[in-house]
């Protein structure tokens, strides 16, 4: 079983940054893919970027591009998601979610083990 936890969310004004953190735990956590996901009010939830177990491939939607940096810290079990200028069009809940195949996906239905996400607001 693996566990993750979001945070960092919050409310930012249009053109600011917030970083996203997801502490997994459970067995073998290194060899997960991670991906972030984002679910707007009355919208499906849809990929945001992921990371590959090692870090060699990271992923973007092509709307995040460019504002958007995903990393990940495996001695810390941990995968960050850094939004820099942010829009209003950013905001959603954002989920974390885990892969034990280990790659890096775009696709919702791969992630086997999700956080329960953590709400950012972008003000304009």
């Known amino acids: 079983q693996v566990q993750l936890v979001e945070s960092g969310g919050g409310l930012v004004q249009a053109g600011g940054s917030l970083s996203l953190s997801c502490a997994a735990s459970?067995?073998?956590?290194?060899?997960?893919?991670v991906g972030w996901f984002r679910q707007a009010p009355g919208k499906e939830r849809e990929f945001v970027s992921a990371?590959?177990?090692?870090?060699?491939?990271?992923y973007y939607t092509n709307s995040v591009k460019g504002r958007f940096t995903i990393s990940r810290d495996n001695a810390k079990n941990t995968v960050y998601l850094r939004m820099n200028s942010l829009k209003p069009e950013d905001t959603a809940v954002y989920y974390c979610?885990?892969?034990?195949w280990g790659q890096g996906t775009n696709r919702l239905t791969a992630y086997e083990y999700w956080g329960q996400g953590t709400q950012v607001t972008v003000s304009s």
């Open positions: 979610a885990a892969d034990t």
């Open positions: 459970g067995s073998t956590v290194s060899r997960l893919a």
């Open positions: 990371v590959s177990w090692n870090g060699g491939s990271t």
